[in-house]
């Protein structure tokens, strides 16, 4: 049963150069908005705008948002990831904060028998930082990066006052598993 078997997925933020991206080991059972909390302690997201996962032709967001069509979006607390899901290579889109258009591919890489004591849901492996909140999507956060190289300039110096201590390589496997293990 693919609900008792451990989906490993490669979530990359799109549009980023150098990647930002995580891996991680879930329950198949998972549910897209639990799904939804796991993205978002991985990568960093404070979990203040809307989200809405798109694979194949279906849309799947929080079934208590207005601000979808929900003609054309399933809710998404009760849609378990093995039920939309079946195979490796499978491609998922998950869309954050529809301001900014943050937007993630997610790659499942393996599905695999869970490990004897193993816990899920757990982080393998990632690296940079995810942009900070509200930054303006991949392009404001192209101008951060772009701020940190020209500290001195007058015109950028705004930006980086805004943006405060980020620093863009910062990845700390340890803490973001801790996290994990406060989800559930």
């Not at 609900?3 to 549910?31: C, F, H, M, N, S």
């Not at 897209?32 to 993205?39: E, F, N, R």
């Not at 997610?106 to 193993?118: N, R, S, Y």
Request: hydrophobic share 35%; proline share 7%.
């Amino acid at each position: 049963m693919s609900e008792q078997r451990i989906y490993q997925i490669k979530i990359t933020l799109d549009d980023i150069r150098p990647p930002i991206w995580r891996r991680v080991q879930v329950p198949g059972a998972i549910t897209l908005a639990d799904l939804h909390d796991v993205i978002q302690v991985v990568m960093g997201w404070e979990n203040c705008h809307l989200h809405e996962f798109r694979i194949g032709s279906g849309r799947y967001a929080p079934s208590v948002n207005e601000e979808f069509d929900m003609e054309m979006t399933a809710g998404d607390t009760e849609v378990r990831l093995c039920d939309v899901v079946t195979r490796p290579k499978a491609k998922l889109r998950y869309i954050y904060d529809f301001g900014d258009d943050w937007r993630h591919t997610l790659t499942v890489e393996k599905i695999l028998e869970p490990e004897a004591g193993g816990k899920y849901p757990i982080c393998l492996a990632g690296e940079r930082a995810c942009p900070p909140e509200d930054c303006g999507g991949p392009w404001g956060y192209s101008d951060i990066l772009e701020a940190r190289k020209h500290p001195d300039d007058p015109q950028l110096a705004e930006l980086l006052e805004w943006a405060g201590r980020y620093d863009p390589e910062a990845f700390d496997l340890k803490a973001v598993n801790a996290r994990l293990r406060r989800l559930h």
